[in-house]
């Protein structure tokens, strides 16, 4: 009887201390605008890719799912070199050229791609980090390489080379704003073509491009 009674006067003497903290928690997230409260169920956004053999840029819509995990749409057009040119400058004229190269790429890619929450961050700002994995269809385009000619030529002779690819990776996604999604991303990726692309002469025959990235990705969510 006495423990109960003891117990009773140290909830009574700590409640005012209590209250007073779940007040200042409110409080704190009370000063931010009512829209960046809201729990948003869509996000889109654009991002701009940097890889180990050649540069890109993408477009992505999600649905969030849940607090721990959101399913994306991507979207990407990728330039694609090969790891063996080297470009050569004429130091007189200016001119350059990449000897023994026979096509330029593009890859066109579209999938499927879930991200799932390791650490969230708090509503006040820091970092919240994603895993990520994706998976898709990807197209290439080999456009003739003329060193001696504009990029624009030889759009007419492209050759199609159909695909598909899949990515790994970690989402680090930046800042307190809930309506304004900010991220960095960093994985590594895999795409496979049937067909096999030669995009130097006098080099093996490519059916499979492995690529490391970093990429930055910003855009908005909203409810739909």
């Known amino acids: ?4 009674r003891l117990f009773i006067a140290i909830n009574f003497a700590l409640c005012p201390f ?6 200042i928690a409110i409080g704190n997230d009370d000063t931010q605008p009512i829209d960046e409260r ?9 991002h701009a890719t940097l890889h180990s053999r050649g540069l890109g840029l993408g477009y ?3 649905k969030i799912r849940s607090i721990e995990k959101t399913t994306y749409w991507d979207f990407e057009l990728s ?3 090969s790891q063996k040119q080297i470009r050569l400058i004429n130091w007189f004229s200016g001119a350059s050229l990449v000897y023994g190269k026979q096509y330029d790429m593009l890859a066109l890619r579209g999938g499927y791609e879930v991200e799932r929450r ?4 708090p509503y006040w700002g820091g970092i919240e980090l994603r895993w990520l994995y994706e998976a898709g269809a990807s197209l290439a385009f080999l456009k003739p390489y003329d060193p001696y000619e504009s990029f624009w030529h030889g759009f007419g002779n492209i050759k199609l080379r159909p695909g598909i690819y899949a990515k790994g990776g970690l989402s680090f996604e930046i800042g307190s704003s809930r309506t304004r999604a900010r991220a960095i991303e960093v ?7 049937p067909q096999g ?6 080099n093996p025959t490519e059916y499979v491009i492995f690529t490391l990235y970093l990429s930055y990705h910003w855009g908005s969510r909203y409810n739909k």
């Not at 009887?1 to 109960?4: A, I, T, V």
């Not at 809201?38 to 654009?46: A, C, K, L, V």
């Open 79 to 81: 330039y694609i070199k």
């Open 118 to 121: 390791i650490y969230g961050k």
């Open 60 to 62: 992505k819509s999600g």
């Open 38 to 46: 809201i729990i948003y169920n869509r996000e889109s956004t654009m």
């Open 18 to 23: 209590v209250v007073e903290a779940q007040e």
């Open 1 to 4: 009887m006495k423990l109960n």
């Open 187 to 193: 994985g590594g990726m895999a795409e496979y073509f």
């Open 197 to 202: 692309v030669d995009l130097m002469a006098q």
